[in-house]
């Protein structure tokens, strides 16, 4: 790595935007200008609005850091407008993070390449309008198993998640998961030990040391785990075997690669009581703030937050 060289180019930070996630982008996008200040950057932050474009141009940037997490920002239609404007930018490109961010699409893909991971089935909102909800139910428990996980398909930050165990509470998540999205994803709930595999490159992408994560506050790590300081216990080096860590890390790899991500993402993955993980989803813009889980990794492997910024992008630019 360049770990001496600052960028030359007239950075924007793009943060904030209209997802459920705003908050959490606000907070990635200042630690990313107080970063590139630190490292020598010209830098300056802008807002999603109708004069983003306009704001671009006349600041006349030359590389844009994507501080964005959720829809309109994590999904590929940011990533459209700037490919439209020439602009290089962080992270993913369109296809790779509408993939990602699409939780059925991402699963089918992984499905396909042998990459284990939840078995999962959509329900869409207007399905309620012309089947029974009890036979929705019956069928979706048929292919997934109980319990399950229930999440908006295009959403992140834990978002709308519950774990259900009691059939009863089944249509009361599925509700929940409807105020943000209009299909839901009922997934196969696998108990085990969490872990998150962080991964830098474009050609060659290599992981990042494995993280075991531990909420602090609730029984899984929901929103209020991941953004609260103290609301999670991240582990360096994992408590799993390191046959295991190197599995995790391999198929981090993979996930990366057959989505087609690029400068970095974060894969999250449970490891079953047989020691098996299982890829969860990958986060193409994953959050970088205080208590963020790449910079943690990026840290344990010796790369500050200043080199790992610098470096993405340097990846960018590639």
Not at 72 to 94: A, F, H, R, W
Not at 255 to 277: F, M, Q, W
């Amino acid at each position: 790595m360049l770990r001496d060289k600052a960028l030359k180019e007239r950075i924007a930070v793009i943060m904030g935007g209209k997802s459920g996630e705003r908050e959490v982008s606000l907070k990635t996008g200042c630690n990313f200008m107080e970063s590139l200040k630190r490292s020598g950057c010209t830098v300056a932050s802008f807002d999603i609005d109708d004069q983003l474009i306009r704001n671009l141009q006349e600041y006349q940037a030359e590389l844009v850091f994507l501080a964005l997490h959720g829809k309109y920002g994590e999904d590929g239609t940011i990533q459209g407008m700037l490919e439209m404007m020439g602009l290089p930018y962080t992270g993913s490109g369109v296809l790779a993070s509408a993939l990602a961010m699409d939780k059925m699409m991402s699963k089918r893909i992984f499905a396909y390449e042998n990459i284990p991971t939840p078995k999962g089935v959509c329900i869409h909102i207007r399905d309620l309008e012309k089947e029974d909800r009890g036979l929705i139910k019956e069928r979706t428990l048929q292919k997934t198993g109980w319990p399950v996980v229930i999440k908006p398909l295009l959403e992140g930050s834990s978002l709308g998640v519950t774990i259900v165990r009691d059939p009863d509470d089944f249509w009361k998540a599925v509700e929940k998961a409807f105020q943000y999205d209009q299909i839901v994803l009922v997934e196969q709930f696998i108990s085990g030990v969490e872990i998150t595999v962080g991964v830098l490159g474009n050609n060659e992408p290599r992981a990042l040391p494995v993280i075991e994560i531990v909420p602090v506050l609730g029984g899984f790590y929901d929103y209020e785990s991941k953004y609260t300081i103290g609301g999670s216990d991240h582990i360096i080096p994992a408590r799993i075997p390191q046959e295991v860590q190197e599995l995790a890390s391999k198929l981090a790899i993979h996930a990366h690669i057959v989505l087609g991500c690029r400068g970095y993402s974060r894969t999250d993955l449970i490891v079953d009581k047989e020691g098996v993980p299982f890829v969860l989803e990958v986060n193409t813009l994953p959050g970088m703030t205080e208590t963020s889980l790449v910079p943690d990794a990026a840290r344990a492997a010796g790369i500050s937050f200043d080199e790992l910024l610098l470096e993405i992008g340097r990846l960018a630019l590639e």
